[in-house]
Each structure stands twice: as C-alpha cells, then as structure tokens.
T-cell receptor, first 114, second 111 residues
Framework: NAGVTQTPKFQVLKTGQSMTLQCAQDMNHNSMYWYRQDPGMGLRLIYYSASEGTTDKGEVPNGYNVSRLNKREFSLRLESAAPSQTSVYFC?????????????FGQGTRLTVV | QQPVQSPQAVILREGEDAVINCSSSKALYSVHWYRQKHGEAPVFLMILLKGGEQKGHDKISASFNEKKQQSSLYLTASQLSYSGTYFCGTVSFSGNTPLVFGKGTRLSVIA
C-alpha cells in the first residue's frame, strides 16, 4: 500500500504561473484534506472534501481551487501563483470526516514562488 | 479556527518530563495528536474522544477534558527520539467537521 501519494515533491514557480498539485490515496478513505505549513503557523487547512462530490473551504482558501476527481484523487490548483503561496503543502486522508480515526499524510510538496 | 497550543517550544534533557497543552474555543468532539520530524510528514500518535479518557503510546500519554475544551500531552522520561514538532488537531463535533491543527510545539531533547 502506498497510502497517500503527492506529486510533485518539489516545484519552483514564477509569480503568475499556474500549477496543480496532485494527491491520491489507496485506502478507500472518504475524506481528503489539503493543508499548508509555514514556519510558526502550524498546519492550516486550505480545502477539504468530506466525501466524493463535495468540497468545502477551510481556514485559508483564497488563491486556491480544488477538485475531487473521484474517491481516490483530490487536486489543489493555484491559478496565479504569488510569493505568499510559497509553502509546504500536505495532503491527508481520513476514513470518514468527523469519525475519530487516524489521518494519513502524504510526504508533502515544497513549493517556491519567485 | 485553530486550537491554541502551549508552550511554543521546549528543551528537555533526556529523562525529563514535559507537558504540551491544547485548547479550543469550540466544543470538541475529538482531539488528535501528531508528531513531525524535520522534513517529514506528521505521524499519528493518538486520538482522544470526549469523555475525559486518557490514552497512552509507549511513555507518551494524553488526557482530554471536554468541559474545558482542553487536551494535554504528557511525555515522560523523554528520549532523544521524542524530538520533533507536536501538533494537536481538533474536530469540533461529529459529522463533516474538518480536522484543524494548532501551530505546533517544538520539542528538543538533548543528551
């Protein structure tokens, strides 16, 4: 089992460029999340998908869009990257949103916007 | 809304104990604890449900006081391997409420 797989692992973008971060899980989980991690700020929730076909904003959604392509895949898109979006992005999945089970994280995508 | 963790950072010598606190302004359904090593993804430690239960993981245990909307993580007889950043995550009520995390507590254990 691969668990949660994120691609790419590293990316450098120029301001204004767009890109999509991919996330896939093979654990048949219903809920998937995107977080960003910045020094001193912890893990902040960008968007989440409680189940296939639904997406909701988290704490810091501005500048991002998401797509829950199917049960396995949840992508995060930056339409026009800004230096403030330089961060480490983590995708996570949980069996069921609201059910107290372990969250599994991908290895992260380190994004630099110059 | 992020839960609040304290302290922000702590330095311990091997064998010493530490407590990390997590509090929320919202009524909590469950509290998660994770540890992250530098450059890695967060790793699950334990979950606590409302009901004041305590759980343990090796020499790491935690408590959850739902009335005070607080949880504490206890690290006893710390080892070098305990170093990392500890995050508490909270779910405010059952249903489709997301898991949100605090800013983390950086723990350094030195010999």
């Amino acid at each position: 089992n691969a668990g949660v797989t994120q691609t790419p692992k590293f990316q450098v973008l120029k301001t204004g460029q767009s890109m999509t971060l991919q996330c896939a899980q093979d654990m048949n989980h219903n809920s998937m999340y995107w977080y960003r991690q910045d020094p001193g700020m912890g893990l902040r929730l960008i968007y989440y998908s409680a189940s296939e076909g639904t997406t909701d904003k988290g704490e810091v959604p501005n500048g991002y869009n998401v797509s829950r392509l199917n049960k396995r895949e949840f992508s995060l898109r930056l339409e026009s990257a800004a230096p403030s979006q330089t961060s480490v992005y983590f995708c996570a999945s949980i069996l069921e949103s609201g059910v107290p089970t372990e969250a599994f994280f991908g290895q992260g995508t380190r994004l630099t916007v110059v | 809304q992020q839960p609040v963790q304290s302290p922000q950072a702590v330095i311990l010598r091997e064998g010493e104990d530490a407590v990390i606190n997590c509090s929320s302004s919202k009524a909590l359904y469950s509290v998660h604890w994770y540890r992250q090593k530098h450059g890695e993804a967060p790793v699950f430690l334990m979950i606590l449900l409302k009901g004041g239960e305590q759980k343990g993981h090796d020499k790491i245990s935690a408590s959850f006081n739902e009335k005070k909307q607080q949880s504490s993580l206890y690290l006893t007889a710390s080892q070098l391997s305990y170093s990392g950043t500890y995050f508490c995550g909270t779910v405010s009520f059952s249903g489709n409420t997301p898991l949100v995390f605090g800013k983390g507590t950086r723990l350094s254990v030195i010999a």
